[in-house]
C-alpha cells in the first residue's frame, strides 16, 4: 500500500483548506483511513478517521478539530479527503495520512486525548501553515 498527500499550503487564519491523499491498493474499501499532525517540537497527533462499512462509515475526530474539520473517502477513486475549515495558527504542522489495512483498529481516549490504534501505512505528509 502506498500513499501519497498533497493540498497542503500557506493559509490565514480563519482560511479553508483541503487535504487530498490518493491511496494504492486493491482492498481500499476495507481499509480505516485516517489523519495525523505533527507540529514542530511536538509528538505526530491522531486528527481523524473513517472507517469502512458496507452501509455507513463512522468517522471520528480529535476534540481540537471537532465541528472544524471534515474527513471524507471516495472508494470509486481510492481517495481520502480532509476539508478544514476555520483554520488557526496552532493547526500548523506536517499531515499524514495513514491506513489500517486490516480495518480492525481502535479509536480510543487515553489521558484525555483521542487516538487511533492500528494504522499501518503511511504517507509521506504535506505541510500546512497557518499565518496569524
Known amino acids: 500500500v502506498q500513499l501519497q498527500a498533497s493540498g497542503g499550503g500557506l493559509v490565514q487564519a480563519g482560511d479553508s483548506l483541503r487535504l487530498s491523499c490518493a491511496v494504492s491498493?486493491?482492498?481500499?474499501?476495507?481499509?480505516?483511513l485516517g489523519w495525523f499532525r505533527q507540529a514542530p517540537g511536538k509528538e505526530r497527533e491522531f486528527v481523524a478517521v473513517?472507517?469502512?462499512?458496507?452501509?455507513?462509515?463512522?468517522?471520528y475526530y480529535a476534540d481540537s478539530v471537532k465541528d472544524r474539520f471534515t474527513i471524507s473517502r471516495d472508494n470509486t477513486k481510492n481517495m481520502v479527503y480532509l476539508q478544514m475549515n476555520n483554520l488557526t495558527p496552532s493547526d500548523t504542522a506536517v499531515y499524514y495520512c495513514?491506513?489500517?489495512?486490516?480495518?480492525?483498529?481502535?479509536?480510543?481516549?487515553?489521558?484525555?486525548?483521542?487516538?487511533?490504534?492500528?494504522?499501518?501505512?503511511w504517507g509521506k505528509g504535506t505541510q500546512v501553515t497557518v499565518s496569524s
Open positions: 495513514a491506513v489500517d489495512s486490516s480495518g480492525s483498529g481502535s479509536y480510543y481516549y487515553r489521558a484525555g486525548s483521542a487516538d487511533y490504534d492500528g494504522m499501518d501505512y
Open positions: 491498493g486493491s482492498s481500499f474499501s476495507y481499509y480505516n
Open positions: 473513517i472507517t469502512w462499512s458496507d452501509t455507513d462509515y463512522g468517522a
